[in-house]
């Protein structure tokens, strides 16, 4: 199934949750409708008499408003009207008169946005698709009186010249809202509408379903003739002019465009752009209304790259661009769950959680992911795109999460404590890294957009399709990693964990490796891990013991250790002599967990100065891990147990 044609599916599958929803930013527009961001609202009767008017609060200025194709996709020095909701110039029959400035494309005649305006209103209010609401704005509108009623209202700000203030020209108390604390000249504010009507309990002209419904019928009856849609194969009015704002809203990157008539886009292979992209008007708008709303309630965005992951029911799943705690945060927040502390638990809690998601959607339920990212400025290109099986996405998610798990102490929440104060409090989790945080520990967190976007993309097949994580990203993570002392503890502690998990990932299905330490493991690497790890943590303690901050010696080495560990293990261990003469009796443990180890090895092995791989850092952390849980058992109780098996 291609892109297009699943994103009307899904849209026709969730016509129930056409309008305004609690859960996303933007909603899921009727067709021939977009959303704006007004400032000004009248209160009008049915019969078009002014009632009131105020100013819209900014977090409740996105209006769903009808247009037409040209004006969804306006744009010039004469940009054409929205049939109901606008801005002054289109909206004031008396904007002239207060001094109001149209648009450069009208100066010859300033009435004429008004006139076409009025014009495009009438025709709809005369047509068999009428609706109460629209003939009570024509009516009104045509009194010519919006600009005085607003400014009786000190809604808009008139001087005594009579002519509309510049925000300059005023003496503001910022305390006090007014037009200019929502936009900076009042020519450029955006009215919606308030129709009280008695008996119609929504009065809210962007919230009507029916008015919805009106002005749809009446656009699409009023077009001209019929063609074959490629995509569904119906007859239907095709568009040359496709939505817009598809990541986010002022967005002006298109993913379909055939206007280019003077270069090469469709010329040389069509004679017209209806033959080169013959897709209908309701097609198009539906599929692309579709993914801008499923981007904006359940997909990811890094800079210009959107990513995001569906079923065509529109049930939301688990984003492949998510890490446990980000799927688990999409209905209950982990911070406030005292039962769910450990590591485990949360890997446990997503296991449930994608399980409960097969249930949801079923065997059977088609489920696509798609990445868009801009090609050049204005064009919108599809990096990634996937259909598959509901039960195929999910197993491969949950294979992802399970290959590629480590625990990680990385992801951070910010709480309240008991005076009040807010803190960042970290959780561990058992499982995947995001694909995010890979690009963070590969080149550091101050990478670009662009360095960021291309690590995502190569991995969205690793994660969707299964394919093998790219070798030199898998190389930059665990570089990273060894250079500890470079990096602060919170991105040597990232990068570690996360090398580790890619690292697993990457030798899946030749070598399975525990995050628990494996006494019995004998490779080269790994007991080269194990013993800067032994040598890591009894000088911390050793420092931490005397109050002393500095690095230990196996966190300066770390690098060196990584590229000739023999040579440079000699130099570590001849430095930890005053070390273990500072552990007094506890030496012994130590020492003899260092004969431990070392026993493991073959002497070629040992000797050998050749790199160590990425398999020496799950060494180095599981083994870290094993003693610093150790931490609390009584000195005595470690000597015993290294004299019963010294």
Same mark, same amino acid.
């Given at each position: 199934?291609?892109?297009?044609?699943?994103?009307?599916?899904?849209?026709?599958?969730?016509?129930?949750?056409?309008?305004?929803?609690?859960?996303?930013?933007?909603?899921?527009?009727?067709?021939?409708?977009?959303?704006?961001? =007004?400032?000004? @609202?009248?209160?009008?009767?049915?019969?078009?008499?002014?009632?009131?008017?105020?100013?819209?609060?900014?977090?409740?200025?996105?209006?769903?408003?009808?247009?037409?194709?040209?004006?969804?996709?306006?744009?010039?020095?004469?940009?054409?009207?929205?049939?109901?909701?606008?801005?002054?110039?289109?909206?004031?029959?008396?904007?002239?008169?207060?001094?109001?400035?149209?648009?450069?494309?009208?100066?010859?005649?300033?009435?004429?946005?008004?006139?076409?305006?009025?014009?495009?209103?009438? $025709?709809?209010?005369?047509?068999?698709?009428?609706?109460?609401?629209?003939?009570?704005?024509?009516? /009104?509108?045509?009194?010519?009186?919006?600009?005085?009623?607003?400014?009786?209202?000190?809604?808009?700000?008139?001087?005594?010249?009579?002519?509309?203030?510049?925000?300059? @020209?005023?003496?503001?108390?910022?305390?006090?809202?007014?037009?200019?604390?929502?936009?900076?000249?009042?020519?450029?504010?955006?009215?919606?509408?308030?129709?009280?009507?008695?008996?119609?309990?929504?009065?809210?002209?962007?919230?009507?379903? %029916?008015?919805?419904?009106?002005?749809?019928?009446?656009? !699409?009856?009023?077009?001209?003739?019929?063609?074959?849609?490629?995509?569904?194969?119906?007859?239907?009015?095709?568009?040359? $002019?496709?939505?817009?704002?598809?990541?986010?809203?002022?967005?002006?990157? #298109? !993913?379909?465009?055939?206007?280019?008539?003077? $270069?090469?886009?469709?010329?040389?292979?069509?004679?017209?752009?209806?033959?080169?992209?013959?897709?209908?008007?309701?097609?198009?708008?539906?599929?692309?209304?579709?993914? %801008?709303?499923?981007?904006?309630?359940?997909? +990811?965005?890094?800079?210009?790259?959107?990513?995001?992951?569906?079923?065509?029911?529109?049930?939301?799943?688990?984003?492949?661009?998510?890490?446990?705690?980000?799927?688990?945060?999409?209905?209950?927040?982990?911070?406030?769950?005292?039962?769910?502390?450990?590591?485990?638990?949360?890997?446990?809690?997503? #296991?449930?959680?994608?399980?409960?998601?097969?249930?949801?959607?079923?065997?059977?339920?088609?489920?696509?992911?798609?990445?868009?990212?801009?090609?050049?400025?204005?064009?919108?290109?599809?990096? +990634?795109?996937?259909? !598959? #099986?509901?039960?195929?996405?999910?197993?491969?998610? @949950?294979?992802?999460?399970?290959?590629?798990?480590?625990?990680?102490?990385?992801?951070?929440?910010?709480?309240?404590?008991?005076?009040?104060?807010?803190?960042?409090? /970290?959780?561990?989790?058992?499982?995947?890294?995001?694909?995010?945080?890979?690009?963070?520990?590969?080149?550091?967190?101050?990478?670009?957009?662009?360095?960021?976007?291309?690590?995502?993309?190569?991995?969205?097949?690793?994660?969707?399709?299964?394919?093998?994580?790219?070798?030199?990203?898998?190389?930059?993570?665990?570089?990273?990693?060894? $250079?500890?002392?470079?990096?602060?503890?919170?991105?040597?502690?990232?990068?570690?964990?996360?090398?580790?998990?890619?690292?697993?990932?990457?030798?899946?299905?030749?070598?399975?490796?525990?995050?628990?330490?494996?006494?019995?493991?004998?490779?080269?690497?790994?007991?080269?891990?194990?013993?800067?790890?032994?040598?890591?943590?009894? @000088?911390?303690?050793?420092?931490?013991?005397?109050?002393?901050?500095?690095?230990?010696?196996?966190?300066?080495?770390?690098?060196?250790?990584?590229?000739?560990?023999?040579? =440079?293990? #000699?130099?570590?261990?001849?430095?930890?002599?005053?070390?273990?003469?500072?552990?007094?009796?506890?030496?012994? /443990?130590?020492?003899?967990?260092?004969?431990?180890?070392?026993?493991?090895?073959?002497?070629?092995?040992?000797?050998?100065?050749?790199?160590?791989?990425?398999?020496?850092?799950?060494?180095?952390?599981?083994?870290?891990?094993?003693?610093?849980?150790?931490?609390?058992?009584?000195?005595?109780?470690?000597?015993?147990?290294?004299?019963?098996?010294?």
């Amino acid at each position: 199934m291609n892109w297009i044609q699943n994103l009307y599916e899904t849209y026709e599958n969730c016509q129930n949750m056409l309008g305004y929803s609690p859960d996303t930013a933007r909603p899921l527009l009727p067709i021939c409708h977009i959303t704006t961001q =007004t400032h000004i @609202e009248i209160v009008i009767d049915g019969k078009g008499n002014f009632r009131r008017a105020r100013i819209v609060d900014k977090d409740d200025s996105t209006t769903i408003i009808p247009a037409t194709e040209s004006s969804a996709s306006r744009a010039g020095s004469k940009p054409e009207c929205h049939p109901l909701s606008d801005k002054l110039q289109y909206l004031a029959g008396d904007f002239t008169d207060y001094g109001g400035e149209v648009t450069s494309g009208f100066a010859d005649d300033p009435t004429e946005p008004y006139k076409k305006f009025v014009e495009l209103l009438t $025709n709809w209010c005369n047509s068999p698709y009428s609706h109460p609401k629209a003939r009570a704005v024509l009516a /009104y509108v045509q009194k010519k009186t919006l600009i005085r009623d607003l400014a009786a209202q000190k809604v808009l700000l008139v001087g005594d010249n009579g002519k509309l203030l510049g925000k300059e @020209e005023t003496t503001r108390d910022k305390k006090v809202k007014d037009i200019f604390s929502v936009l900076n000249a009042q020519d450029n504010a955006v009215i919606r509408w308030v129709v009280e009507i008695s008996g119609d309990s929504e009065g809210r002209a962007w919230r009507d379903a %029916a008015l919805w419904e009106s002005w749809t019928n009446y656009y !699409l009856n009023s077009k001209g003739e019929k063609n074959v849609c490629l995509v569904t194969g119906q007859m239907q009015i095709l568009t040359a $002019n496709h939505p817009k704002y598809i990541r986010r809203e002022g967005d002006n990157a #298109k !993913l379909i465009s055939s206007n280019d008539t003077s $270069n090469f886009t469709f010329r040389g292979r069509f004679i017209t752009d209806a033959q080169a992209c013959g897709v209908g008007l309701e097609t198009s708008q539906k599929a692309h209304y579709a993914l %801008a709303w499923l981007i904006s309630r359940q997909g +990811y965005q890094a800079g210009d790259l959107a990513v995001v992951a569906w079923a065509t029911s529109g049930a939301k799943l688990i984003q492949p661009t998510d890490d446990p705690i980000d799927a688990l945060d999409q209905d209950a927040p982990v911070e406030e769950s005292k039962t769910a502390d450990t590591a485990q638990e949360v890997g446990i809690r997503l #296991k449930k959680k994608i399980a409960g998601y097969r249930q949801e959607i079923g065997e059977r339920e088609d489920v696509a992911v798609i990445a868009v990212d801009s090609a050049t400025p204005g064009r919108l290109s599809i990096v +990634y795109y996937r259909a !598959l #099986k509901g039960s195929e996405f999910l197993e491969r998610i @949950e294979n992802w999460h399970e290959t590629c798990a480590w625990r990680h102490t990385y992801h951070a929440i910010e709480v309240q404590d008991e005076k009040g104060k807010t803190k960042k409090r /970290y959780i561990p989790f058992d499982g995947a890294p995001a694909p995010a945080d890979i690009a963070e520990a590969a080149y550091g967190s101050r990478l670009d957009d662009k360095l960021k976007k291309a690590t995502i993309k190569r991995l969205l097949p690793c994660i969707v399709d299964g394919q093998p994580i790219p070798r030199d990203l898998v190389e930059s993570v665990i570089r990273r990693a060894s $250079n500890r002392a470079g990096l602060s503890g919170y991105d040597w502690s990232k990068a570690l964990t996360i090398a580790c998990a890619l690292y697993r990932k990457y030798k899946y299905g030749k070598e399975n490796f525990d995050m628990s330490l494996d006494e019995t493991r004998n490779t080269r690497d790994y007991l080269f891990g194990r013993l800067l790890a032994i040598a890591d943590v009894m @000088e911390e303690r050793t420092l931490s013991e005397a109050e002393k901050k500095r690095p230990t010696n196996a966190t300066r080495y770390m690098q060196q250790f990584s590229q000739r560990p023999f040579t =440079t293990w #000699k130099q570590i261990h001849e430095l930890l002599t005053p070390y273990f003469m500072r552990q007094g009796d506890n030496a012994s /443990y130590y020492k003899w967990l260092i004969a431990q180890v070392e026993d493991l090895f073959t002497p070629e092995d040992f000797i050998s100065n050749k790199p160590l791989t990425g398999e020496y850092l799950l060494g180095y952390y599981c083994q870290r891990q094993k003693m610093w849980e150790k931490k609390e058992k009584p000195a005595s109780e470690e000597n015993d147990n290294a004299d019963s098996n010294g």
